[in-house]
């Protein structure tokens, strides 16, 4: 706790919540009305091909309106009765263990659910564009549903084990929506990478809820959180690690980053939903959730910091050398989820931004996302940058879309990635000047790919295939990404106005002003300099320059780059490799040594009464000769044993 | 007279019998040795039961007549197909039921 003690810090206590009445028993509708059409779509079958996509808005565009109405009745609560919680049924009851189905509404959980119905509902609507050629249509939008309502049900569980039920089903629905198309063979082979690797991050989660029972009796947020303090550090620093472990399956964090890549096998709308309002961002969600824990116990921090700081240089460097235009984009998310993840680690100085950076980067990584699947719409689903340029002319509003979203990243001045990323590396410096270097190098970078793939996307010549014919994407489209890129340029500001977001956060997560040896507009400025140079750089290299069409060998970063760092090399060689070689041996062993036991007395058995059924001649006297020997044997015993 | 005689009697009857079951061919002549194994035995249960004084003997005697008598109906109709599909009534020759 040492680095964080003194000056002005408030320590998040869990505030006394108040059970749901009024406005606020309408709770339940949020994860219901998606879920319901969820579960419409699924079971209603082809009878609802017609207007099952509309309908997946509709419940979706539902739980937003109950989520503003319900971010409407908490503001106009003081800002310690903001925790509501509504008391559903009895889940479980075993003896004196009870765990209730209830939602807890708070500054937190309202943080997210806006997220995930807002930018959830425009994803929505863009698909109905996007997948209006798919005859599928229908079943897409009930996973959809499922993945928006499972993400509601993360975040709202008011202990953990519901949030496990939540988190499970995002696993699955990502899983569905991966394998969308699954008669793809990467796509089928994908989704089950990401089921299986967030399987083990789910054992975490899992090691993690056991422990809070043993040292608690509670897996209630308020049994667990409020009582952090009884429990020992030892004890704190294993729960801080298995909910790390959770977090870096869920979120894409190294060492289980692996599946986010391929996830890309799923269509464009997935993968924005999966990039910004739900599935990755349940890893940053987890560990806000438990900072009672975490700032108990700092060498979990530590850990979680580290971490994030990999993560975030290991996207950005990946980020850098792909063509594919969505696996750029998916480095690049690893790379920011790092950030959330660092900022989380860094404890009451970094929560709030890491939360804040969690929603703008909802924001402008969903226009990125949708624009790149607007892109290619246009190009005949083409990923290959190298076979993009000059887009800008023939797609002009996911052109200026696309640019909000870029500048945002950046963290350009006033778009949004500017308040909540400046914040983060101010926070990172404040606790430790490496992560501070480590986050600063990390916008370099960043800068670096982003100005990479707008230039050999949108600018320099035209390297199209001869079949494509770049045009505009439909209203239908265009609009949700137009509402994003709004967002986008705007929504930092309006968050970081007055500081609004910290005051919102702070009776959740607790806040300390990060202090750091510089003024805070020299440190920006420096930021802005480093970044600067990055996408100085990106230009010089991918606009003025003309691009190959088929990728020059590269050097040995870049090929290490384009092979993921070899993370998927790391994990065939550490533990695909030697499981084949062990299901393989076992294969062996059961069928020679188990099956070989059981085979060989069968044949022993059988042997041996082919032998003895020789006796069996047919010859009628022989058998005359052997029962009346077998009478004197009896004759004979039976005086014996008389004698 | 000794009851002992009896016994002699019955004991070389049987082993006539059993000496005729192994050595002969002919079903008929088997079955007639089988038949003489019975009375046999018969004789020596009826003379112990003399020796003894009780009826056990002489009730088991009439057993082994019924079943005697039962024996004969199955056996003589099985020889009696057996000599119509093969010509033959030797027991060496019916020897299909094996391994």
Not at chain 1, 222 to 241: F, K, M, P, R, Y
Not at chain 1, 358 to 378: C, E, I, N, Q, R
Not at chain 2, 79 to 94: C, H, K, L, Q
């Given at each position: 706790?040492?680095?964080?003690s003194?000056?002005?810090?408030?320590?998040?206590?869990?505030?006394t919540?108040?059970?749901?009445?009024?406005?606020?028993?309408?709770?339940?509708?949020?994860?219901?009305l998606?879920?319901?059409?969820?579960?419409?779509?699924?079971?209603?079958?082809?009878?609802?091909?017609?207007?099952?996509?509309?309908?997946?808005?509709?419940?979706?565009?539902?739980?937003?309106?109950?989520?503003?109405?319900?971010?409407?009745?908490?503001?106009?609560?003081?800002?310690?009765?903001?925790?509501?919680?509504?008391?559903?049924?009895d889940?479980?009851?075993?003896?004196?263990?009870?765990?209730?189905?209830?939602?807890?509404?708070?500054?937190?959980?309202?943080?997210?659910?806006l997220?995930?119905?807002?930018?959830?509902?425009?994803i929505?609507?863009?698909s109905?564009?996007?997948?209006?050629?798919?005859?599928?249509r229908?079943?897409?939008?009930?996973?959809?549903?499922?993945?928006?309502?499972?993400m509601?049900?993360?975040?709202?569980?008011?202990?953990?084990?519901?949030?496990?039920?939540?988190w499970?089903?995002?696993?699955?629905?990502?899983?569905?929506?991966?394998?969308?198309?699954?008669?793809?063979?990467?796509?089928?082979?994908?989704?089950k990478?990401?089921?299986?690797?967030?399987?083990?991050?789910?054992?975490?989660?899992s090691?993690?809820?056991?422990?809070?029972?043993?040292?608690?009796?509670?897996?209630?947020?308020?049994?667990?959180?409020?009582?952090?303090a009884?429990?020992?550090?030892?004890?704190?620093?294993?729960?801080?690690?298995?909910?790390l472990?959770?977090?870096c399956?869920?979120?894409?964090?190294?060492?289980l980053?692996s599946?986010?890549?391929?996830?890309?096998?799923?269509p464009?709308?997935?993968s924005?939903?999966?990039h910004?309002?739900t599935?990755?961002?349940?890893?940053v969600?987890?560990?806000?959730?438990?900072n009672?824990?975490?700032?108990?116990?700092?060498?979990?921090?530590?850990?979680?910091?580290?971490?994030?700081?990999?993560?975030?240089?290991?996207?950005?460097v990946?980020?850098c050398?792909?063509?594919?235009?969505?696996?750029?984009?998916a480095?690049?998310t690893?790379?920011?989820?790092?950030?959330?993840?660092?900022?989380?680690?860094?404890?009451?100085?970094?929560?709030?931004f890491?939360?804040?950076?969690?929603v703008?980067?909802?924001?402008?990584k969903?226009?990125m996302?949708?624009?790149?699947?607007?892109?290619?719409h246009?190009?005949?689903?083409?990923?290959?940058?190298?076979?993009?340029?000059?887009?800008?002319?023939v797609m002009?509003?996911?052109w200026?879309?696309?640019?909000?979203?870029?500048?945002?990243i950046?963290?350009?001045p006033?778009f949004a990635?500017?308040?909540?990323?400046?914040?983060?590396?101010?926070?990172?410096?404040?606790?430790?000047t490496?992560?501070g270097?480590?986050?600063?190098?990390?916008?370099?970078?960043?800068?670096?790919?982003?100005t990479?793939?707008?230039?050999?996307?949108?600018?320099?010549?035209?390297r199209?295939?001869?079949?494509?014919?770049?045009?505009?994407?439909?209203?239908?489209?265009?609009?949700?990404?137009?509402?994003?890129?709004?967002l986008?340029t705007v929504g930092?500001?309006a968050?970081a106005?007055?500081?609004g977001?910290?005051?919102?956060?702070?009776?959740?997560?607790g806040?300390?002003?990060?202090?750091?040896?510089?003024?805070?507009?020299?440190?920006?400025?420096?930021?802005?300099?480093?970044v600067?140079?990055?996408?100085?750089?990106?230009?010089?290299?991918?606009?003025?320059?003309?691009?190959?069409?088929?990728?020059?060998?590269?050097?040995?970063?870049?090929?290490?780059?384009?092979?993921?760092?070899?993370?998927?090399?790391?994990?065939?060689?550490?533990?695909?490799?030697?499981?084949?070689?062990?299901?393989?041996w076992?294969?062996?062993?059961?069928?020679?040594?188990?099956?070989?036991?059981?085979?060989?007395?069968?044949?022993?058995?059988?042997?041996?009464s082919?032998?003895?059924?020789?006796?069996q001649?047919?010859?009628?006297?022989?058998y005359?000769?052997?029962?009346?020997?077998?009478?004197?044997?009896?004759?004979?015993?039976?005086?014996?044993?008389?004698? | 007279?000794?009851?002992?005689?009896?016994?002699?009697?019955?004991?070389?009857?049987?082993?006539?019998?059993?000496?005729?079951?192994l050595?002969?061919?002919?079903?008929?002549?088997?079955?007639?040795?089988?038949?003489?194994?019975l009375?046999?035995?018969?004789?020596?249960?009826?003379?112990?039961?003399?020796?003894?004084?009780?009826?056990?003997?002489?009730?088991?005697?009439?057993?082994?007549?019924?079943?005697a008598?039962?024996?004969?109906?199955?056996?003589?109709a099985?020889?009696?197909?057996?000599?119509?599909?093969?010509?033959?009534?030797?027991?060496d020759?019916?020897?299909?039921?094996?391994?």
């Amino acid at each position: 706790m040492s680095p964080f003690s003194g000056g002005l810090a408030t320590v998040a206590e869990v505030a006394t919540a108040t059970e749901a009445s009024g406005l606020f028993t309408l709770t339940w509708l949020l994860v219901g009305l998606p879920l319901l059409g969820a579960a419409v779509l699924l079971l209603g079958g082809r009878r609802t091909d017609r207007w099952g996509h509309w309908l997946g808005v509709a419940m979706s565009g539902g739980s937003f309106v109950v989520a503003a109405l319900l971010f409407f009745g908490l503001l106009g609560r003081a800002a310690e009765e903001r925790t509501v919680t509504q008391h559903l049924f009895d889940w479980i009851a075993v003896g004196t263990f009870t765990v209730p189905f209830d939602l807890r509404v708070d500054q937190l959980s309202m943080t997210f659910v806006l997220l995930i119905t807002g930018v959830g509902t425009l994803i929505h609507i863009y698909s109905v564009g996007y997948m209006s050629h798919d005859h599928d249509r229908r079943r897409f939008f009930a996973y959809l549903n499922l993945f928006v309502a499972s993400m509601l049900l993360l975040v709202l569980a008011n202990n953990y084990l519901l949030l496990y039920v939540g988190w499970e089903g995002v696993g699955l629905a990502s899983y569905l929506l991966i394998g969308f198309w699954f008669v793809k063979d990467s796509a089928a082979v994908a989704s089950k990478k990401a089921f299986v690797v967030n399987r083990v991050g789910d054992v975490g989660l899992s090691i993690a809820v056991m422990l809070m029972f043993v040292t608690f009796g509670s897996v209630a947020f308020d049994g667990v959180l409020t009582n952090a303090a009884s429990a020992s550090e030892s004890q704190l620093t294993w729960i801080g690690l298995a909910l790390l472990l959770a977090a870096c399956g869920k979120s894409a964090q190294f060492p289980l980053q692996s599946w986010l890549l391929d996830a890309m096998e799923g269509p464009t709308p997935v993968s924005a939903l999966i990039h910004a309002a739900t599935m990755v961002t349940a890893g940053v969600y987890l560990i806000a959730r438990s900072n009672a824990i975490f700032d108990a116990a700092p060498t979990a921090q530590t850990a979680v910091v580290i971490i994030g700081a990999i993560t975030l240089l290991m996207g950005a460097v990946i980020g850098c050398a792909k063509d594919d235009i969505k696996k750029a984009l998916a480095g690049s998310t690893m790379s920011q989820i790092g950030y959330m993840i660092l900022a989380a680690g860094l404890g009451p100085v970094g929560y709030v931004f890491a939360i804040f950076h969690l929603v703008t980067h909802g924001f402008f990584k969903a226009t990125m996302f949708l624009g790149a699947g607007s892109v290619m719409h246009g190009m005949n689903d083409n990923v290959n940058m190298r076979r993009y340029g000059g887009l800008r002319a023939v797609m002009v509003v996911t052109w200026i879309t696309f640019m909000a979203g870029y500048f945002a990243i950046l963290g350009i001045p006033p778009f949004a990635g500017f308040f909540s990323k400046d914040k983060i590396i101010e926070a990172a410096f404040s606790v430790n000047t490496l992560t501070g270097l480590v986050t600063l190098l990390g916008a370099g970078i960043t800068a670096f790919y982003m100005t990479r793939l707008v230039a050999m996307t949108f600018f320099g010549k035209a390297r199209w295939e001869d079949d494509a014919h770049p045009h505009e994407s439909p209203g239908i489209m265009t609009g949700p990404i137009a509402v994003l890129a709004f967002l986008s340029t705007v929504g930092g500001f309006a968050l970081a106005y007055g500081n609004g977001i910290e005051h919102w956060l702070e009776p959740v997560l607790g806040f300390k002003e990060p202090v750091i040896g510089i003024p805070v507009p020299a440190l920006t400025a420096i930021t802005l300099a480093v970044v600067l140079v990055g996408a100085a750089l990106g230009w010089v290299l991918y606009a003025r320059r003309s691009v190959p069409v088929v990728a020059p060998a590269g050097n040995l970063l870049t090929r290490a780059a384009r092979a993921d760092l070899y993370g998927d090399a790391f994990n065939e060689a550490v533990f695909m490799r030697p499981g084949q070689y062990l299901t393989r041996w076992l294969v062996w062993f059961d069928n020679r040594v188990v099956d070989g036991v059981v085979n060989g007395t069968a044949a022993t058995i059988g042997g041996l009464s082919g032998r003895a059924r020789r006796l069996q001649t047919g010859f009628t006297r022989s058998y005359a000769l052997s029962m009346l020997g077998g009478a004197a044997l009896v004759v004979f015993a039976l005086v014996l044993v008389r004698l | 007279m000794n009851p002992s005689n009896y016994l002699y009697l019955s004991a070389i009857l049987f082993s006539i019998g059993a000496v005729g079951v192994l050595v002969r061919r002919n079903a008929i002549v088997l079955f007639m040795c089988v038949e003489l194994m019975l009375n046999a035995s018969n004789l020596a249960f009826v003379s112990f039961a003399r020796v003894h004084g009780n009826l056990d003997g002489q009730v088991i005697a009439f057993f082994v007549m019924v079943v005697a008598a039962a024996e004969v109906v199955v056996g003589l109709a099985i020889i009696m197909t057996i000599f119509r599909t093969r010509r033959s009534a030797s027991v060496d020759e019916a020897n299909l039921l094996k391994y």
